[in-house]
């Protein structure tokens, strides 16, 4: 009897848990993938912004957000300095593609996610044999390099001027020449990486990430290279941001050092925060409500140079939820839909205990 | 017949100094297999300066410590634990956010090696590790008697039962060796007699273990040698009985505890 209970148990532990984190993960593609078909009967005059478009973009930051989300809200290491592989991501295309006219665009991206890997390497092994946040540090100082060379580089980078005519990106033929195209090849590349990601999550490698978050003695004592674990999630959150990048390039069709300053850095830290620390779909809720925030307070009457002030809103974003709500959005909207279902449950368990009462008293009257 | 008295691990003449201070002055010994050695002495006698070094966490200022015949001075530490030498620590050290499960399941690192792209995509090797993985660990929560509390944070448990899932994620590795840090240190008298229970288990299971402990009851009970240091250096060696007559150790330490007891 208790041999044939115990793998029951087993799997009724094991079984739903897969199935439940499926279900979310299915129910966030769907809503995702159906945002443009009810996108486009909000009329565009009523929020001054075209949903789909704003989405793009909000996409491309997804993409760097949740590698970075990997990078901080698992390992528990911060980077300062995540622009520099999506500067490293749109330069690599943008300067393949325009110096030859041949270069396929994919191929371009592939590059930049490349070169991304490897600059991170570059960066990652040695800072990251330290133990402690040496890594915001040194990533600090590699957005200002990379950032500073994307400037002076003039003959590859065209400087501050910027590289213009980069063509859309097109594969097999197919160009992605319009906002609906761009919205569905970005966001099935999201979904992509977030499943990734949450499979990596789930597994060893997922709570050896966690472990040395937690204890870094503790858990190479219990066998984790956590110096390697830690460059590793480090390169995977620079491609990941490498990917961004040149998804960015082949977007904007126009790259400038300016589209890759601190702010850039600080501002997919921020979608983290704001989203969830290491809750991988919180990040990408971070990186919609702040895709779409300033765009937002733009479109209000008095508020149109509010770019200026990006920074500002950033920080202040940053104390606020570091302080009061440091789960971030993603926790919040966990624990309403929780309580909805369980008031939900609750109201349905009710009504047929009742029903069930009623039930058993007519019985009784027959 | 060589292979039977070479000791699993040799601590040869091992100093270690914080500036001008040494913890550890040239401390030697082995430890046989399948056998249970305490490390005694008072508090800042260096034993967990020792615990340390021979887990790779420090490095000592001289001196070699040999794991199975190999030299291990300077490996790293999570490489001497997939050679086969574990340890738990003097203040719990669990991961926080994780359940009971969970925590025995980082233990079972060294025994896998699936990375980042075979989990991204699970492959299906990827996932038969997995499942591997949790059935070791739900055996070794089985062993220290927290099976039935596998879906709970490790932080809820109580103190006695965060120590033993500590044993339980050292056990998790399959080492040979085990390194205890004063396992019973805040367990109540219930606790303590499972927790020699369960040493003794162990040590028929041919696991040889290493612990550093305060608690003389248990060091007595459990021990089949003891190395006694004080101020960083050994002032005895021998079993329980030869220990306790030692006028020096009496001296230095059990005399004073002795007293207190009686």
């Known amino acids: 009897m208790a041999a044939a209970d115990k793998p029951d148990l087993l799997k009724s532990r094991t079984v739903p848990e897969l199935t439940s984190g499926m279900r979310m993960y299915l129910i966030v593609a769907a809503l995702i993938l159906t945002v443009p078909l009810w996108a486009r009967f909000i009329p565009g005059d009523v929020i001054h912004m075209d949903i789909t478009n704003v989405m793009v973009l909000a996409g491309i930051y997804s993409c760097a957000v949740v590698g970075l989300n990997l990078l901080i809200g698992y390992a528990g290491q911060v980077s300062l300095g995540h622009s520099a592989f999506m500067g490293i991501g749109a330069y690599s295309v943008a300067i393949l593609c325009t110096t030859f006219k041949w270069f396929p665009t994919w191929l371009g991206i592939i590059v930049g996610v490349l070169l991304s890997g490897v600059i991170g390497l570059l960066v990652g092994v040695p800072v990251l044999r330290l133990k402690g946040h040496y890594l915001a540090l040194a990533t600090l100082g590699l957005g200002e390099i990379a950032f500073i060379l994307f400037r002076q580089m003039i003959d590859l980078t065209k400087g501050t001027v910027g590289i213009t005519s980069i063509p859309p990106l097109s594969m097999f033929g197919f160009q992605f020449n319009s906002d609906l195209k761009q919205y569905y090849l970005v966001w099935v590349i999201v979904l992509l990486l977030l499943l990734f990601t949450i499979n990596i999550v789930r597994s060893r490698v997922g709570r050896s990430l966690r472990a040395l978050h937690s204890s870094e003695v503790a858990a190479d004592a219990m066998g984790v290279n956590t110096a390697r674990y830690k460059t590793y999630v480090f390169v995977l959150s620079a491609m990941f941001a490498g990917l961004a990048g040149a998804l960015f390039a082949l977007r904007q069709l126009y790259v400038n050092p300016e589209s890759f300053t601190l702010t850039l850095s600080i501002l997919l830290v921020t979608m983290v925060v704001v989203g969830g620390m290491g809750n991988l779909y919180g990040g990408i809720v971070g990186a919609i409500v702040l895709t779409f925030l300033p765009e937002v307070i733009k479109a209000l009457p008095s508020f149109e140079k509010f770019n200026n002030y990006n920074l500002v809103l950033y920080g202040l974003l940053l104390i606020v939820f570091m302080i009061f709500w440091p789960r971030g959005i993603a926790y919040g909207l966990e624990r309403g839909a929780d309580l909805t279902s369980r008031g939900a449950r609750h109201l349905h368990d009710r009504y047929r205990s009742r029903r069930i009462e009623g039930h058993s008293k007519d019985e009784r009257d027959e | ?262």
């Open chain 2, 1 to 262: 017949m060589n292979a039977m008295s070479e000791p699993v691990l040799r601590i040869d003449s091992i100093t270690r100094m914080f500036g001008g201070l040494a913890a550890l002055k040239d401390v030697s010994f082995d430890v046989e297999v399948g056998e249970i050695k305490a490390v005694i002495g008072p508090n800042g006698a260096g034993k967990t300066t020792l615990f340390d070094v021979v887990t790779g966490i420090q490095k000592p200022s001289s001196g070699d410590v040999f794991l199975k015949g190999q030299r291990i001075t300077g490996m790293r530490a999570d490489q001497i634990t997939s050679m086969g030498m574990v340890r738990t620590f003097q203040t719990v050290r669990l991961f926080e956010g994780m359940t009971v499960l969970e925590n025995a399941m980082v233990g079972c690192t060294s025994r896998s090696q699936k990375g980042f792209l075979a989990n991204g995509l699970r492959f299906p090797s990827a996932r038969r590790e997995e499942r591997q993985i949790a059935a070791w660990a739900e055996e070794v929560l089985e062993e220290v008697g927290l099976e039935t509390r596998s879906g709970e944070l490790g932080t809820n448990l109580s103190f006695g039962q965060q120590r033993m899932l500590e044993l339980a994620r050292a056990l998790a590795s399959d080492p040979e060796v085990l390194l205890l840090d004063e396992p019973a240190a805040g367990l109540n008298p219930y606790e303590t007699s499972e927790l020699s229970g369960l040493l003794k288990k162990l040590r028929d299971k041919g696991l040889t273990i290493l612990v550093v402990e305060h608690d003389m009851g248990l060091v007595m009970q459990v021990s089949d040698d003891i190395v006694v240091l004080d101020y960083g250096e050994i002032i005895a060696k021998g079993t329980p009985e030869e220990v306790q007559n030692d006028p020096r150790v009496i001296e230095a330490y059990l005399g004073i505890e002795a007293d207190s007891d009686a």
